[in-house]
C-alpha cells in the first residue's frame, strides 16, 4: 500500500485492509457468541409460516443457502442476524489464528487453498526465466519460506539500513533519512504520494498528510480509558523488547521506548481524528512548494521532492497543514537522537514479520493483545499473503484462469447493468430531489466504469528485482519499487487501467477519482455469488454488494463528486439540506446500537458504509423484482426450499455478513473501522425496509420494524 496516510478515494465493501498496526482485521473470535443481543421472545413463527404470498409456487429443492444456520427460535422480525444465522455462530467456533470469524473467511480458505498451490509450484519451479514473473513469484515465496535461511541471516540485510539512521548527525541529515523512509514505507513521521488530484481528476498530484503512529488510532495514544492504557502498556512491553532484541540493554531499551512512546503521542495529538479525516474539502489543501516549505520548514520539502524523482513539482496538496506544522516544529525541537530511535523501531517494525522468529513472536504477542487471535497463523498463509500484496498481479493471472470464468463475467456484467438501471430508477422517483440535482446524478450514474474480475493490463514489474537470496531483501526492494512506481506516475496520463485490489481479493470498491466500482475476481463466488443459485440469492449477495459500491458513488462523501470524479458541489441548496436530513436520521440508528458493555457505533464514522448498505439492499431488491418479473410474469414463482424469493434475498445478506468476533477486535473495529459490526450491517438496513417486513410478515410492534417517523431512506 503505497498510501499510509489519510486520502478519501476508495471506499471498500468489507473492513479495512491493514490497520497502523499492521494488524490485520480478519480473524477474531471466542467463546463470546457474536456480540449481538439474543432474543429472548422465541417465536414459535418460522420464515414460511410467517408470510402470506398470494400465489404461491411449486417448492423446490434450492442451492445457495445454508438453512441449517438458522437459529428457529428467533423470530426474523426480532433478530434477523440471530435468526438467519444463530445456529450457526453457536456451533463455529473462531479458529484460534482468526480474531473473526464469517462467510467471507471461508470464502478466503477456498481462495487461499488454489493460490498455495499455485505458489508451491512456483517456488518448486527454480527454472523460470530470470526476471519473469514465474521466477519473481516463485523466488519471492520460496524467500518467505525459508526461515532456515532468515534465522541465519538475522539482521544481516537490514544493518546497511540502520547504518544510515544511525550516521545521521544534523536536520539535514535527518530529512534525508525520512526520505528513505518514506520508500521503504516504515510509516515515519507523515505519508507522501502520488494520486489523482481530486478536484482536477484529469491529473496527478503529489499529496502529504498526517501519519507517524504505529497503534491504529490517535485515540490509543490520548486516552485514559482501562482499554487504552492496557493497550499502551502492551505497546511498551513491545517496544522495550524490541529494542532490547536490537541489542540495547534494559535501561536503555526502556529509555528508548519511552522516547518512541512520546514522539507518537506527540504527532497524535497533532493528528486529526477519523470523523474529521472524512471531511472531504477540509482535507484538501493545496499550495505551492514554496509555500508549503515556508510552513513546514523543518520537513525539508525543497530537497527531499527533487530526492524521490519529483522535482518538477510546483504545488503539492497537504491533508493535514496543522499536523504538518507541528511534525514540523518537533523535528527540530525534539533531540536528533531521539528520532533516530524513533525511525529505528519504525524501520524495525515494519519489517518484523520478515525478520527471525523471535521478531515476529514478539510482533504477534503485541498484535494479540488488540486482535484477540489465541495463535499465529501459520507461515505459509502469512506469506501468501505477503505475495499477494507485492506480486498480486504476477500470479492473479495464474488464479483468475483457475478461479473465474468468462460466464461468470457476463453474468456480473448483467447484474451490474440491472442494479445501475435500478438506481436510475430510484433517483428519478426520489420526492425530495429537484430536476436539476437529478439530472447531475443521472450523468454521474451514467458515467461509472465497471472493472470485473481483473485488469485489462497487468502490472509491469520488469523494474523489480527478486531471488532467493534473502526475503527481507525482497520485501525492501519491492517497497522500494512501489514507491518509485507511484512517484513515476506524476506528470503522466492518468492510468485509468489500473486496480486498487489483486484479482484473488474477496472486496470491493468504489473510487471516487475514477468514478468507477470494481469487482475482483475473488469476491464472485460462494456465498456472494453461486452460479447454480437462484437469481434472490444471488442479488442477496453479489447483487448487494455491487448496490453497495454503486451507492458508495452517492453516499455522502461520494456525493461530493461530479461523473468526471471531480471534487465539487453538484447540488442545490434545498437538495443537500433534504439529503442530510435523512442521513442524520441513518446516523443516529447506528451510534444508538452497542455490540459490547459501553461500545457504541459511530455514527459518523460509519456513515458512507452504513448508506452504502441501505442503497445496496434497496438497489439489489428492486433489480430482483424485475428479474423475476422478467421471468415469471404474474405466474406463481418457484419456492426454493420453501421460501419466497423474497425471503431467500434477505436470508442471501444475512448469510454474507453472518460473522463472529472475538471483543478485542470488535472494540478495534468499532474504533478504527468505517465498516459497522456485522450484525448491525445484517440488521440496520432491513429495519428501514417495508420489504423486508412484507417478506417476512413481521407487524409493526416487532423489533426490526422502525416506526415510520424514524424509519430512513435516502436512495
Ligand atoms: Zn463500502
Known amino acids: 500500500m503505497p498510501f499510509t496516510f489519510h486520502m478519501f478515494a476508495k471506499s471498500y465493501l468489507l473492513l479495512t485492509l491493514g490497520t497502523a498496526a499492521g494488524l490485520a482485521l480478519t480473524g477474531c473470535a471466542s467463546s463470546t457468541p ?273 530526492q524521490v524523482g519529483l522535482g518538477s513539482v510546483k504545488e503539492v496538496i497537504v491533508g493535514q497543514p496543522e499536523f504538518m506544522k507541528e511534525a514540523s516544529a518537533a523535528l527540530k525541537q525534539e533531540p536528533i537522537g531521539d528520532w533516530k530511535t524513533y525511525m529505528r523501531f519504525h524501520l524495525v517494525n515494519s519489517v518484523a514479520s520478515a525478520l527471525p522468529k523471535a521478531y515476529v513472536d514478539e510482533s504477534f504477542r503485541f498484535n494479540q493483545v488488540m486482535s484477540g487471535a489465541k495463535q499465529q497463523q501459520p507461515r505459509w498463509k502469512r506469506m501468501l499473503r505477503s505475495t499477494d500484496a507485492t506480486l498480486g498481479e504476477a500470479f492473479g493471472q495464474i488464479y483468475v484462469e483457475k478461479a473465474f470464468t468468462p460466464e461468470t463475467k457476463k453474468k456480473a456484467l448483467e447484474m451490474v447493468a ?23 446524478a443521472m450523468k454521474k450514474l451514467n458515467g461509472f466504469t465497471v472493472k470485473i474480475g481483473y485488469p485489462d493490463k497487468w502490472k509491469d514489474y520488469s523494474a523489480l528485482t527478486i531471488s532467493r537470496e534473502s526475503y527481507l531483501k525482497n520485501v525492501l526492494a519491492a517497497r522500494e519499487w512501489e514507491f518509485k512506481d507511484n512517484v513515476s506516475k506524476f506528470g503522466k496520463p492518468i492510468d485509468r487501467t489500473e486496480w486498487g485490489m489483486t484479482p484473488p481479493t474477496v472486496n470491493a470498491y468504489y473510487n471516487s477519482t475514477m468514478n468507477e466500482i470494481v469487482f475482483p475476481a475473488g469476491i464472485m ?95 439489489a431488491y428492486s433489480a430482483l423484482q424485475k428479474q423475476l418479473q422478467k421471468q415469471y410474469g404474474s405466474s406463481p414463482r418457484p419456492q426454493y426450499d420453501g421460501l419466497t424469493p423474497e425471503q431467500r434475498f434477505f436470508l442471501a445478506w444475512a448469510q454474507v455478513w453472518r460473522t463472529s468476533m472475538r471483543p478485542e477486535a470488535l472494540r478495534q473495529q468499532v474504533l478504527t473501522d468505517p465498516h459497522s459490526p456485522a450484525q448491525y450491517r445484517t440488521n440496520g438496513p432491513l429495519m428501514n425496509m417495508p420489504e423486508f417486513y412484507e417478506a417476512f410478515g413481521c407487524k409493526e410492534d416487532a423489533k426490526m420494524v422502525r416506526a415510520q417517523n424514524v424509519r430512513a431512506r435516502v436512495w
Not at 444463530?86 to 487453498?113: H, M
Not at 535461511?149 to 541529515?173: C, F, M, S, T, W
Not at 438501471?421 to 447531475?440: F, V, Y
Not at 459490547?596 to 434497496?618: C, I, R, W
Open 34 to 306: 457474536a456480540a449481538t443481543a439474543t432474543s429472548t421472545t422465541p417465536a414459535t413463527a418460522t420464515a414460511s409460516a410467517t408470510t402470506e404470498t398470494a400465489a404461491k409456487g411449486p417448492v423446490l429443492p434450492g442451492v445457495g443457502l445454508d438453512l441449517s444456520a438458522r437459529d428457529m427460535s428467533v423470530s426474523p422480525c426480532e433478530d434477523f442476524f440471530q435468526y438467519a444465522s444463530g445456529t450457526w455462530v453457536k456451533n463455529t467456533p473462531i479458529p484460534a489464528a482468526e480474531s473473526s470469524w464469517g462467510s467471507w473467511n471461508t470464502l478466503i480458505d477456498q481462495n487461499n487453498a488454489v493460490l498455495r498451490q499455485i505458489l508451491e509450484s512456483s517456488a518448486a519451479n527454480k527454472s523460470a526465466a530470470k526476471g519473469s514473473n514465474a521466477q519473481k513469484v516463485g523466488d519471492f515465496y520460496a524467500s518467505a519460506m525459508d526461515t532456515v535461511a532468515i534465522e541465519k541471516a538475522g539482521l544481516k540485510y537490514l544493518q546497511p539500513e540502520l547504518a544510515r539512521i544511525n550516521g545521521v548527525k544534523d536536520l539535514k541529515g535527518l530529512q534525508t533519512q525520512l526520505v528513505r523512509q518514506q520508500m521503504l514505507q516504515t510509516r515515519s513521521v507523515f505519508g507522501l504520494g502520488v494520486r489523482q488530484d481530486s478536484k482536477k481528476s484529469t491529473e496527478y498530484a503529489v499529496y502529504m498528510g498526517q501519519g507517524g503512529l504505529t497503534l491504529p488510532d490517535r485515540d490509543y495514544y490520548l486516552k485514559d480509558d482501562a482499554r487504552s492504557k492496557t493497550i499502551r502498556t502492551a505497546y511498551t512491553t513491545y517496544l522495550t523488547n524490541m529494542f532490547k532484541m536490537l541489542g540495547d540493554n534494559e535501561a536503555t531499551a526502556s529509555k528508548n521506548a519511552a522516547t518512541v512512546l512520546r514522539l507518537e503521542t506527540r504527532l497524535a495529538k497533532a493528528s486529526k481524528d477519523r470523523v474529521a479525516l472524512r471531511d472531504r474539502y477540509a482535507n484538501y489543501n493545496k499550495m505551492t512548494v514554496a509555500e508549503a516549505n515556508a510552513q513546514f520548514p523543518n520537513i525539508g520539502l525543497t530537497a527531499m521532492l527533487p
Open 418 to 440: 440491472n442494479i445501475k438501471e435500478a438506481m436510475g430508477e430510484h433517483i428519478q422517483a426520489l420526492e425530495w430531489m429537484s430536476p436539476a440535482t437529478k439530472q447531475e
Open 525 to 619: 463466488q460462494p456465498p456472494f455469488f453461486d452460479p447454480k443459485a437462484d437469481d434472490a440469492v444471488n442479488y442477496g449477495g453479489m447483487g448487494a454488494v455491487i448496490g453497495h459500491e454503486i451507492t458508495h458513488g452517492f453516499d455522502d462523501q461520494g456525493r461530493q463528486s461530479d461523473a468526471e470524479g471531480n471534487l465539487r458541489d453538484w447540488w442545490t441548496k434545498e437538495d443537500a439540506a433534504e439529503f442530510s436530513k435523512r442521513t442524520d436520521l441513518v446516523g443516529k440508528q447506528y451510534s444508538a446500537f452497542s455490540p459490547l458493555d459501553s461500545v457504541y457505533v459511530n455514527g459518523k464514522l460509519t456513515m458512507g458504509e452504513n448508506l452504502a448498505d441501505f442503497g445496496g439492499t434497496a438497489l
